[in-house]
């Protein structure tokens, strides 16, 4: 079964300083999607980042990157100067070849001022 | 373009009750998929819709039931409600693969 693990629960961090959140998953699949999706206080699911499996290059979105390492099956996020915006639940997702997402359980982001 | 649209924002039923939830696709997406997501945890997969056709579906039971329309709107249905069932149901559409999903706001069920 494709799984989708992330290990931090919640976190906090000071306005302007760099966090890293991580994420773990698990497939026999080689061609997938990665994602990371927001989740604010409005509910809404907004997609923060992907990544395509196949490409080596990281994927970069101003003050999102992501660290992918395609053998060891991590994809962590990385925001750089947070901003009270920020604060968020953030899902790690995980996109398979019959094109369902599954999720994490993801990660209570604080930034605080 | 609009995005994706959920009815009702919110929503009270009793246990044993039967409830339709709506979605409209962000224009262009002609596949829906439906989430429970349960307070503090993720989205859990319930079905998927593509071309008005099951398209796969996730572990839950019969009673959770949908329909997708020629206009790729779709709906959830579930029927004999249980206290379990209180949850943020989110509904997404997508197309073509690769480029993630686009959601709705969600509705919160809450069934007492």
């Known amino acids: 079964a494709q799984t989708v693990t992330q290990s931090q629960p919640e976190m906090s961090v000071q306005e302007a300083e760099t966090v890293t959140l991580s994420c773990t998953y698990d497939t026999s699949e080689n061609n997938y999607y990665l994602f990371w999706y927001k989740q604010p206080p409005s509910r809404q699911m907004i997609l923060v980042i992907r990544q395509e499996a196949y490409k080596q290059q990281n994927a970069t979105e101003n003050r999102f990157s992501v660290n992918f390492q395609k053998a060891a099956k991590s994809f962590s996020l990385k925001i750089s100067d947070s901003q009270l915006g920020d604060t968020a639940m953030y899902f790690c997702?995980?996109?398979?070849?019959?094109?369902?997402?599954?999720f994490g359980k993801g990660t209570r982001l604080h930034i605080l001022p | 373009e609009t995005g994706v649209t959920q009815s009702p924002t919110h929503l009270i039923k009793t246990r044993g009750q039967q409830v339709t939830l709506r979605c409209s696709s962000q224009s262009g997406h002609n596949t829906v998929s439906w989430y429970q997501q349960a307070l503090g945890q993720g989205p859990q997969f319930i079905f998927q819709y593509y071309r008005e056709e099951e398209n796969g579906r996730g572990n839950f039971p019969p009673r959770f039931s949908g329909l997708q329309f020629p206009n790729y709107s779709s709906e959830l249905n579930v029927n004999a409600l249980e206290l379990d069932d209180s949850a943020l149901y989110l509904c997404a559409s997508s197309s073509p693969k690769g480029n993630g999903y686009t959601f709705g706001s969600g509705t919160r069920l809450t069934v007492v």
């Open positions: 997702a995980f996109q398979n070849r019959d094109d369902k997402i599954i």
